[in-house]
């Protein structure tokens, strides 16, 4: 595709159980990240992966929060017992190469999460 | 404190102003700041990115850098309707473009 995309674009759940959050990135983009954006706040990092590496898990709230990515591709977030306080836009990003300063992050349009 | 603050408005201005946006920050050791644009149920898409000091402009937008105060601005000239959106400023260090530190975000609303 042209673009990032995610999946599902909106996802109702209720609390304590799990949820998938699926990214697409751009084709040959190595670089990909997951952000968190609560109602009124700024994106919080989550989590990145660069190619083979080792990713970048500094982010991630808790242990109920994990994320996977198959080698330059699709990744998943999940989200284990989830609570109301993870109700949030999960936003997705690729790039083509991490470690250049300024180089562009290209988002997918967000996942909206709510647990009830 | 956070590392980046930025007044999330809401900023509402008539069809045709000049449109000032900001952010300030507390480390000296930022060297890319970068300006996107997120519409409403949309994710942010990059406008503008400028590295250390200076001013780049960019057809109507221009993105200026004060590393001495650790401020960044985003000025929209002639703005449009077209234009109301939330704009957020992020920066990171040199060679570790991973994280990107992110302000708030400031609502605009221009008016025709």
């Known amino acids: 595709g042209a673009g990032v995309s995610q999946s599902p674009s909106n996802k109702v759940t209720e609390k304590g159980k799990d949820v998938e959050l699926r990214c697409d990135p751009i084709?040959?983009?190595?670089?990909l990240y997951w952000y968190r954006q609560r109602l009124g706040q700024g994106l919080e990092f989550l989590i990145y992966?660069?190619?083979?590496?080792?990713?970048?898990k500094s982010g991630l709230p808790s242990d109920r929060f994990s994320a996977e990515r198959t080698g330059e591709s699709v990744s998943t977030l999940t989200i284990q017992r989830t609570q109301q306080e993870d109700s949030a836009v999960y936003l997705c990003?690729?790039?083509?190469?991490?470690?250049?300063?300024?180089?562009?992050?290209?988002f997918g349009p967000g996942t909206r999460l709510t647990v009830l | 404190q956070k590392e980046v603050e930025q007044d999330p408005g809401p900023l509402s201005v008539p069809e045709g102003a000049i449109v000032s946006l900001n952010c300030t920050y507390s480390?000296?050791?930022?060297?890319?700041f970068m300006w996107y644009r997120q519409y409403s149920r949309k994710g942010p898409e990059l406008l503008m990115y400028?590295?250390s000091s200076g001013n780049k402009e960019d057809g109507r937008f221009t993105a200026q850098v004060d590393k001495s105060s650790k401020y960044i601005s985003l000025f929209i000239r002639d703005s449009q309707p077209s234009d109301s959106a939330t704009y957020l400023c992020?920066?990171?260090?040199?060679?570790?473009?991973?994280?990107?530190?992110w302000g708030l975000g400031t609502s605009l609303a221009v008016n025709p």
């Open positions: 992966f660069q190619g083979n590496s080792a990713p970048d």
């Open positions: 084709s040959g983009h190595t670089a």
């Open positions: 990003a690729s790039s083509l190469e991490a470690g250049l300063g300024g180089n562009e992050q290209f």
């Open positions: 400028t590295y």
């Open positions: 992020a920066m990171t260090l040199a060679g570790n473009n991973r994280k990107l530190i």
């Open positions: 480390n000296s050791a930022f060297q890319y």
